[in-house]
């Protein structure tokens, strides 16, 4: 059991946004209070629509509609509404995006500076002869003009379609097949460090249609025939009437992982983004005008989750366009005054690595949030320390979600790495082999929550998500493919996929558990645990990728390292038959790491 690392003062608890919500309706334990919420979801959603503000063109008859059955449940039922508008309900002249390039001073963007961008872009797309539910696509790195963008097209109910700018062409080319975008926004190039990427380039590559270019260059790149720079695009007007929608209409078509065949297509709708304004207010516990930063993609949920997390909520964005392991998204940090941090895991062990944040007085920080990767309790209690002692909220989820299912509070007792609490609203239940309750297993969502998608584009919704699922109850379940262990004192603990889980011996372990370890030896930057079939049958072989870090232990000696820690540090029969190096991990744009790829990289050898 993790030694707890932060207790809640009175003044925190007494000023969190759960706390105020809890005395409203009567509860004074936290316990009670989240039992309420998924017992009486109707109750808990419509006063969160409530709190939130949410702007309705036409009042809903039922906040639920189950007739068609939970996996089809229907939220707002007859409202008329468009999410955008709820993101504008600051003061016009509240600082609403706080945005800063390498080597320049930070800018700060008014409500009404960026609702007049909004407005801008929104025209310029009628001006491209495109109408309502016309499909746009994005292929940007996280900036002023592609937050405004995606505004603009959901603005003008037109869906959006979010493409990481670390995809290759090939990729870029199946998310637009699938979509069938009119237009795509995205820059010249995209500066890495010392690294130019050819953003627009991979994007003609990709034979993309009419694109609109964001240049960076002070020399214009070449464009195709019919493709515009920004300037030409962008129209003069700044009044835009909002294109009103019902609840259902889709907004944003965001991507899974896609390991296997084609990406699953999820569309987001017009009450997605409540569920992310949601967690982020009883969670993250955001208030008006505190800054947001979360270094992300609009090709990432985590992209759009910010964008609507802190409009919604009257919160700044704070976005920083370099890297975020670099000393001076430190220095930005600090001087944008960010008062809740998001982060992957990854810059943590970074940061812990080269001390490069101790530099820094992050204490506006109130609290950080965890994503993307199981994080370690060791560097998450560091994490706490850069900002003198502040929580870490571990938040897990899905893009089919529209945010997490566990989570932790700032009302209950910080333990690194462990998540406190189910995220309210809504519920899952862990299931062993069996399909029997039990404290360690596979997790099931039961549905309905606010966010769970009910399509898909180009699969089968209901095969992909309830498809013999099993019972509890008498209640449907919804597969998500997480494994969770619940703790002794009621926190959870994440333990990786459940296509991440090996039989090595007889033993099923997760490949997290694995990485843990080797993760600690000093010639180890990162790692993946594999479990390969050999081709004529038998038990799984253990194979471990790594990535390096500078050493001059032998090739031998780094096997037989891994081996023996491995097999001292969770059990003999583990054993381990090849340790491959490799320059990088493949990943999803969710930085997940893509294990089935790495096996079918070893069957290659």
């Not at 105020?20 to 009567?26: D, E, F, Q, S, V």
């Not at 702007?55 to 229907?74: C, F, H, M, P, R």
């Not at 007049?116 to 002023?144: E, F, H, R, S």
């Not at 990729?171 to 010249?188: C, G, H, M, N, Y």
Request: proline share 4%; hydrophobic share 40%.
């Amino acid at each position: 059991m993790n030694k707890t690392a932060w207790k809640p003062s009175k003044d925190i608890i007494e000023s969190s946004n759960i706390y105020k919500m809890m005395l409203h309706y009567g509860f004074d334990n936290y316990q009670d209070f989240w039992k309420w919420s998924v017992t009486n979801k109707a109750a808990f959603w419509e006063a969160t629509v409530e709190n939130l503000k949410i702007k309705l063109a036409q009042n809903y008859t039922a906040i639920l509609d189950v007739s068609k059955g939970v996996e089809n449940a229907a939220w707002l039922k007859d409202a008329t509404l468009n999410i955008v508008d709820s993101c504008f309900q600051n003061e016009d002249n509240a600082t609403v995006l706080i945005f800063q390039k390498e080597g320049e001073k930070a800018q700060k963007v008014s409500q009404k500076a960026l609702l007049n961008l909004v407005n801008q872009i929104a025209n310029g797309l009628l001006d491209l002869g495109l109408k309502t539910g016309d499909k746009i696509a994005i292929n940007m790195p996280m900036t002023l003009e592609a937050v405004a963008i995606y505004l603009a097209g959901i603005k003008a109910g037109m869906p959006i379609v979010t493409i990481a700018d670390s995809f290759t062409p090939n990729e870029i080319a199946v998310r637009l097949k699938i979509t069938s975008p009119k237009v795509i926004f995205t820059q010249d190039i995209l500066k890495k460090g010392e690294k130019e990427i050819q953003l627009y380039q991979k994007v003609v590559e990709a034979n993309a249609p009419k694109t609109v270019v964001v240049p960076t260059l002070k020399n214009d790149v070449s464009l195709r025939k019919n493709d515009v720079f920004w300037s030409a695009f962008l129209s003069s007007k700044t009044t835009f009437k909002t294109v009103i929608q019902k609840p259902e209409d889709i907004i944003t078509i965001l991507f899974s992982s896609g390991t296997t065949g084609a990406p699953k297509a999820i569309p987001w709708t017009h009450t997605t983004p409540i569920k992310c304004a949601s967690d982020a207010f009883y969670h993250q516990n955001i208030h008006k005008n505190d800054v947001v930063c979360w270094p992300t993609n609009l090709g990432w949920m985590m992209g759009p989750w910010l964008v609507f997390a802190s409009l919604i909520n009257k919160a700044t964005i704070a976005l920083y366009y370099g890297t975020p392991t670099d000393a001076n998204f430190g220095e930005f940090v600090q001087n944008a005054n960010v008062t809740m941090l998001g982060v992957i895991p990854s810059f943590v062990k970074y940061w812990k690595s080269s001390k490069c944040m101790e530099q820094f007085n992050w204490n506006k920080i109130q609290c950080f949030s965890s994503t993307g990767e199981i994080s370690n309790p060791i560097e998450m209690t560091y994490l706490m320390q850069l900002a003198n002692n502040k929580p870490v909220i571990e938040y897990c989820g899905g893009t089919e979600i529209g945010g997490g299912y566990v989570t932790s509070t700032v009302i209950q007792p910080n333990i690194a790495s462990t998540f406190s609490s189910q995220a309210l609203g809504g519920e899952f239940i862990l299931l062993n082999t069996d399909n029997n309750k039990a404290k360690k297993g596979e997790l099931f969502l039961i549905p309905p929550i606010m966010g769970l998608s009910t399509t898909l584009l180009n699969s089968n919704h209901y095969n992909v998500y309830y498809k013999n699922t099993p019972k509890y109850n008498g209640k449907l379940l919804r597969r998500h493919g997480d494994q969770l262990e619940q703790l002794e004192n009621g926190y959870y603990k994440m333990l990786g996929r459940v296509d991440d889980a090996m039989n090595l011996g007889g033993i099923k372990v997760s490949s997290v558990q694995i990485e843990a370890v080797v993760n600690k030896l000093d010639f180890i930057k990162e790692s993946a645990a594999i479990a390969v079939a050999p081709k004529n049958g038998g038990l799984s072989k253990l194979v471990v990728y790594y990535v390096e870090s500078s050493s001059k232990i032998n090739t031998n000696e780094r096997f037989q390292l891994a081996k023996n820690c491995i097999k001292k540090q969770l059990n003999p029969l583990f054993k381990l038959t090849d340790l491959v190096k490799i320059t990088i991990l493949p990943r999803t744009a969710s930085n997940k790491i893509m294990r089935r790829k790495l096996r079918e990289l070893y069957l290659k050898k």
